[in-house]
């Protein structure tokens, strides 16, 4: 199939790609070449930049597969390290591989001796995300054997890095702020009960795990663990489709995953709805969310490609009743998110929108009961989608088709003018 073009009664035809499942991409990147154009896509919302094979959304069905598997059959049955071998390697891992890969990744978990010594260098009131933009970029520095991005072993052996280390240098930011001893990983442990331990624990006495507790974490793993082409993802393939590192590839998508509009929603939509306190209040801030002039938003609702409940929000609102019965912990912010939830989904103005909550309505409630304070969560969500991005920055280096990222513009500024001393100048 083709799509005609055309421009000025001149049309050209160019090739529509048709996806395994999901909308027909139309091939434009011969437009330049033939018309002296650009598209302009602000936000790229009608934009593919890359093929892929690793996650699909449905957005208007609400639908998130990894690798053809539904996320809820994912949360349900699989596990964090499982769900990383799917998104890496194709396939969900027989036990012998299973085993092997949990082999590999717990014998990485350890980080440099000498890296301890970079959170020395900031503040004890630094953000966990400013430390782990520094300290996961520089990883590149002490990584020498698995920089070479052409070598297909070294590439891997990134990967494993990158994903047994997160869990270690999420919990040394942690330790860190509250001015305790860093603790070594222990490699008994699964992937998500090292975390805690090495999160909670303290040298002085042995660290009780909740299996309730590690397997709701696990479960914010597995929903965070990757989202097709997100900003930080997409950031993680620009800065790769370069030849940077994957230290450095991986540090950028943190760097962008920060924002309050993308991975720092958690950490807001729990202080939103700590500030909305009770129920009672919830039609003062609609009302807010509603009114063009106030730039508030309701913080956890809505998505860019959802148009329909957020699979993952349904997983985690069920997850979170769990996680805090089993606590025996009565948080009134559970009631004011489930009111809040109910009434929004009642009012035209997020029905005509299609604003329905997104995954990060319910983590930080999870998260919150866990015991990590509210500045974690953005780093607990970028040590899971690590596994994502690593797959992604993968897949894109042994894609064919990969060139250097390189978008351009409308560009609206002056035309050519003469330079004007300064003496010169009004
Ligand atoms: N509260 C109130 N109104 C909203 C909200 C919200 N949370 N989200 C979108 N809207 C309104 C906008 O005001 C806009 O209205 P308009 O058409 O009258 O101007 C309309 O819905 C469309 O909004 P856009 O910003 O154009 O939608 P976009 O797809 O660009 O934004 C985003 C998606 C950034 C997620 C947005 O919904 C938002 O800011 N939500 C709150 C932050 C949040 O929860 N982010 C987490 C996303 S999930 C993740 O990253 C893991």
Known sequence: MTATI??????????????SIGPEVIDIRKLYGNTGRFTYDPGFTSTASCES??????????????????????AEHSSFLEVAYLLLNGELPNQKEHDEFKYLITRHTMVHEQLATFYRGFRRDAHPMAIMCGVVGALSA?????????????????????IAKMPTIAAMA??????????YPKNSLSYTGNFLRMTFGVPAEEYEINPVVEDALDKIFILHADHEQNASTSTVRLAGSSGANPFACIAAGIACLWGPAHGGANEAALEMLREIGRPERIPEYIARAKNKDDPFRLMGFGHRVYKNYDPRAKVLGAAATKVLD???ISDPVLDTARELERIALSDDYFIEKKLYPNVDFYSGIILSAIGFPTSMFTALFALARTTGWIAQWTEMMED???????????????????????????
């Open 6 to 19: 055309s421009i000025d009664g001149k049309g050209a035809d160019y090739p529509v790609h048709a996806g």
């Open 400 to 426: 064919t088709d990969q060139r250097i990222g390189r978008p351009r513009q409308l560009y609206t500024g002056h035309g050519p003018r003469d330079y004007v001393p300064l003496a010169q100048r009004g």
């Open 174 to 183: 942690y330790k860190y702020s509250v001015g305790q001893p860093f603790l």
């Open 142 to 162: 002490f990584y020498h054997d698995s920089t070479d991005i052409h070598d297909p072993k070294q590439r891997e052996i990134a990967c494993h890095r990158l």
């Open 53 to 74: 094979k690793i996650t699909y959304i449905d957005g208007d069905q609400g639908v998130l597969l990894h690798r053809g598997y539904p996320i809820e059959q994912l």
């Open 326 to 328: 089993t606590l025996g």
